[in-house]
């Protein structure tokens, strides 16, 4: 009779425990430098179970696009909800880069409405944006940024702690598959691949089943050509990808011992597409195409592929709209900080090159449309690049729809500047040291290098890029019309580079 007692005492708890488990938490999962080279998204060779998994329970989108292809500028949007043009960051935040987004960006940032929303919030691994007090988070938690399955450990206390019963927000941004740590000295080349944040000589990192790869079987993109030094490159960045998967599958693995797994969406993307020359810090579809898998727990319909087109800007009002902070009349939060407020009671004042008054984000929501494959977003989106690293100046601005793509290169008469880490490619350098006509995916070196004033793209009919009609007369109306389209967001985002149409 005790022990019936004692077992029915235990399930009571345990169904109490249980129910006290907050609801409707989030956890937004972006990785480094990647583009859709996943098995969810058709890719054959890409080893990535626990991300297919998620695509085949949630809504996987196939038209995602970053508003711009550089990790610092790409960030402030996602939590911002704001281009660039409004929020103020165009570049990098470290070091001599120096790009802040402006003080008035606290009233929507994403990590602080979500805690005005009654959030409890929390960062871990890769943050590159700044100031900190705009972006700022109740919790920073530590973990290696190349070992996400180390960090989805790092983050089971404080997806565990039942002392603070408000629902939860984790940023988990890992470094991989980012270049870096040195080269493959184990490589015959002379020119040899950056390891993308692998260990040398097969090496693992701890608690990781890695996936090598061979070179022979990876997928070769149709903006790079195929060559050795691609292959051996690729591989690498194939084992980074699928270390990011490593740790995606532990974050679940946690998440379901909580028994949380079911009251916790989780969102998967990307800053921007792969790191190499054609795809990141371009607006080339490389460089502007992620991943984005969306696993809505309280969404009925499941294994949905989408041909909606979303937006990185997006992101904010959707976890705000799924936390339940979203005004639907103001398209900003219902708990509406004044930024002056703010800052004032801090005992700051705002800088004068704050930007205007901000009560609306750009994006808006998607979580409307997950498990409605049929469903239209955005009829058209926009995207630009200014700045990467500092010296790397070379502004272009994109408009796009699902039939054609314009792209403005506004220093057209500049060469194409290179991010160091591409400049030093191999897969790069293989090319470029055999000349300007040396061929570069659908281009040129020279044509890489040295670009025309426009682009345009019909993108149904040439995905790749590959058929520049700005200059063909037959074009002429559709160009102009683009062009209008560019201008009129220019103007509405209040970008400074709208006066180029005039003075050059």
Known sequence: MRRTGLLLSCLVFALTFQCDAAEKNIIFFITDDESPTLGCYGDPVAVTPAIDELAADGTMFLNAFATTASCSASRSVVMSGLHNHKNGQYGHQHSYHKFASFDNVVSLSLPRVLANAGYRTAQIGKYHVAPEAVYHYETYLKGNGRNAVEMAENCREFINNKEDDRPFFIYFGTSDPHRGGGIDKTSKLKLKPDLFGNRPENGSYEGVDEVFYEPEDVIIPPFMTDTPETREELAQYYQSCSRVDRGLARLVQVLKEADLYDKTMIVFTSDHGMAFSGGKTTVFEAGLRVPF????????????????????????????????????????????????????????????????????????????????????????????????????????????????????????????????????????????????????????????????????????????????????????????????????????????????????
């Open 293 to 504: 898998v969306v696993r809505n727990p309280y969404e009925k319909n499941r294994g949905v592929k989408s041909t909606a087109m979303i937006s990185h800007v997006d992101i904010t009002p959707s976890l705000l709209d799924f936390a339940g902070g979203l005004n639907p009349k103001t398209n900003g939060p219902k708990k509406w900080v004044n930024p002056d407020q703010f800052w004032k009671e801090r005992g700051e004042n705002l800088k004068e090159n704050r930007g205007p008054k901000l009560r609306s984000y750009h994006g808006k929501s998607w979580i409307p449309i997950l498990g409605d494959a049929d469903a239209e977003h955005w009829e058209t989106i926009f995207a630009s690049h200014t700045f990467h690293e500092i010296q790397m100046y070379y502004p272009m601005r994109v408009v796009r729809d699902k039939e054609y793509k314009l792209i403005w290169n506004i220093a057209h008469g500049l060469p194409y500047p290179f991010a160091s880490d591409l400049w030093r490619a191999s897969s790069w350098q293989a090319q470029f040291q055999k000349g300007m006509t040396a061929p570069y995916g659908q281009k040129t070196v020279g044509d890489y290098i040295h670009r025309p004033q426009f682009e345009l793209y019909h993108i149904s009919e040439d995905p790749n890029e590959s058929n520049n009609l700005a200059g063909k007369t037959e074009y002429a109306e559709i160009l102009k019309k683009y062009q209008t389209k560019l201008k009129d967001f220019q103007k509405e985002m209040d970008d400074p580079w709208i006066m180029k149409w005039d003075y050059e």
